[in-house]
């Protein structure tokens, strides 16, 4: 068991015990310099302005072991309830980080895709990994980035050559499980889609109820000119649960990032959201919602750099909060010198649900062409005392026009989920999760004031 807190000495163990893996020399040289990048960075404090707004003494001074030292087991019966609906998906599934073959399932792919473990893909296409691996996602980023490189070793890759669809979409589902004791477990997935390829990735990064466990993830992207990716973020994670990642992602000209994330689990959640648009013509849409309550806290920063000429991206970023939970979403967009034509729009809608909830918005744009269009925006507001009133002279008691009023607050980002019965299957999710964790906590303390 290793303590974790944030100076680095102390998690030279840990480092030790899921970093020394097998591989070849440049994977080892990629862990090599994750544990250097972490021994001279250490974790994130709140002296950092990154992390000021996250209270981290919530996952520090928790103690963990490697993932290995837990030897869980996950069957089918506990997947069959998360797994998408009225969906034919190639799956691959992973538990604490590692892939697990028993529980992935894929079908026949075209000639030269490989949607595979990132063990198995080491393995079987090690030149191909080797070409992307590293080199989108920056391990001196912070130490929670540092130490899943210097832990390298498995996780999930979705690899597409030129010019290929892929015919069902891929679900990369995480399930941390730790049933005797907190565990960590921090997988690498690798999403690389060359020129023109096309794909729908669906990820899931799953907790049960009852069991501490911290993920700490990267999510690495590459997409080639012309390329278009469809990404499903799903966060369920248990309410003691810890779950921190980072996506990077280079997108080339003309080519396109259309993501969803829904983050409603844990106590504590981070997400960093880094995209680079490196060509002329490159597209990104963000859009995201946290639903959360009782004491959670989730964070997201978004950093957008347009590096070419005629760029877009459109970022709707949506938060309800109640109980005593704190959301934050730091939204950047820094556009380069030459990136004349560049359009740009960012948007931070927030929900409170309760008096003791608080929500910390903060969209900013640094600007360094012509000829560029960008805007931003925040709000921060209470359910409508208003439309509250109205629901219940219509016979709605104020728990039930509370739920109708936080699910069409929802609702525009939920509405873009692909696929009707997937959608409807989130949908549910999302509603439960609010009545349960969001409003029940508002209804109790109000009740009682």
């Known amino acids: 068991m290793a303590v974790l807190d944030a100076t680095p000495d102390k998690l030279d163990l840990l480092i030790a015990a899921q970093g020394a893996k097998t591989g070849p020399d440049w994977l080892e040289a990629l862990r090599a310099a994750g544990r250097d990048g972490f021994r001279a960075l250490g974790l994130p404090t709140p002296r950092q302005e990154d992390w000021r707004n996250l209270r981290l003494n919530a996952l520090y001074g928790q103690s963990f072991a490697a993932a290995d030292a837990a030897a869980p087991r996950l069957t089918w019966a506990h997947l069959q309830p998360i797994v998408p609906k009225g969906l034919d998906c190639d799956r691959i599934a992973m538990v604490n980080g590692v892939f697990s073959d028993e529980l992935s399932a894929v079908g026949e792919l075209a000639d030269g895709v490989v949607v595979a473990g990132l063990s198995q893909a080491l393995a079987t296409a090690p030149d191909r990994v080797h070409a992307v691996l590293g080199q989108v996602a920056r391990g001196d980023r912070d130490g929670f980035a540092a130490l899943n490189q210097a832990a390298l070793a498995d996780g999930a890759a979705v690899l597409v050559p030129r010019g290929v669809e892929l015919a069902r979409p891929v679900h990369l589902l995480h399930h941390a499980l730790a049933p005797r004791m907190p565990v960590v477990a921090q997988p690498r997935i690798v999403i690389d889609l060359a020129e023109n390829a096309r794909a729908t990735v669906i990820e899931h990064w799953r907790g049960l109820a009852g069991e501490t466990a911290f993920v700490n993830a990267t999510v690495e992207i590459r997409l080639g000119r012309g390329a278009k990716l469809t990404l499903i973020r799903l966060q369920t994670s248990g309410e003691k649960g810890f779950h921190i990642d980072r996506l990077a992602s280079s997108i080339a000209g003309d080519a396109e990032l259309d993501m969803i994330q829904i983050d409603m689990g844990g106590r504590l959640s981070r997400h960093t959201l880094d995209v680079a648009l490196e060509g002329r013509g490159a597209a990104a849409v963000l859009d995201g919602l946290f639903a959360i309550g009782a004491e959670q806290q989730t964070d997201t920063r978004s950093n957008v750099e347009h590096r070419a000429r005629d760029c877009r991206l459109s970022q709707t970023w949506k938060g309800v909060a109640g109980g005593r939970a704190r959301g934050i979403f730091n939204g950047r967009v820094h ?115």
């Open 335 to 449: 556009v380069l010198p030459g990136a004349i034509g560049t359009d740009a729009e960012m948007s931070s809608r927030n929900l409170l649900a309760s008096r003791e909830a608080e929500i910390l918005p903060k969209p900013e744009l640094e600007i360094h062409a012509d000829e560029v269009k960008c805007a931003h925006g925040a709000t921060v507001g209470a359910i409508s005392e208003q439309e509250l009133f109205y629901l219940r002279s219509r016979g709605l008691d104020a728990a039930e026009g509370r739920r109708i009023l936080t699910r069409a607050f929802a609702e525009e980002i939920v509405d873009r989920l692909p696929f009707e019965t997937f959608r409807e299957q989130v949908s549910g999710w999302v509603d439960r999760h609010m009545a349960q964790t969001v409003l029940n906590e508002t209804v109790a303390k109000e009740a009682t004031a």
